[in-house]
């Protein structure tokens, strides 16, 4: 069992900045997949950034070069540095864990960017 919460939500204007974090309760070193997901109300949750096993990282299309994922394994954090935020990234943003066939998920965090 692997317990996963997410902080660093909150209210930001759009252009601005946020960082999530996500605390793991186990080691996330070499764990095949840790993601960031993201659901806004009336959609679908999508995948915005994730970390594989290997080291690659991949991004949703509608965030590549505003938004970056990291992880510290010394410390089992994972973090979604988000610049340039648009009122469309409104949402809320979850932590997602994969263990062989497991899927692990936070509470989720709420982000909402609005003037």
């Known amino acids: 069992q692997v317990q996963l919460v997410e902080s660093g939500g909150g209210l930001v204007q759009p252009g601005g900045s946020l960082r999530l974090s996500c605390a793991a309760s186990?080691?996330?070193?070499?764990?095949?997949?840790v993601g960031w997901y993201r659901q806004a109300p009336g959609k679908q949750r999508e995948l915005v950034a994730a970390?594989?096993?290997?080291?690659?990282?991949n991004y949703a299309d509608s965030v590549k070069g505003r938004f970056t994922i990291s992880g510290d394994s010394a410390n089992n954090m994972v973090y979604l540095q988000m610049n340039s935020l648009k009122p469309e990234d409104t949402a809320v943003y979850y932590c997602?864990?994969?263990?062989?066939?497991?899927?692990?998920w936070g509470q989720g965090t709420q982000v909402t960017v609005s003037s």
């Open positions: 970390i594989t096993g290997w080291g690659s990282t």
């Open positions: 997602k864990i994969t263990i062989v066939t497991t899927d692990y």
């Open positions: 186990r080691s996330i070193l070499n764990i095949p997949f």
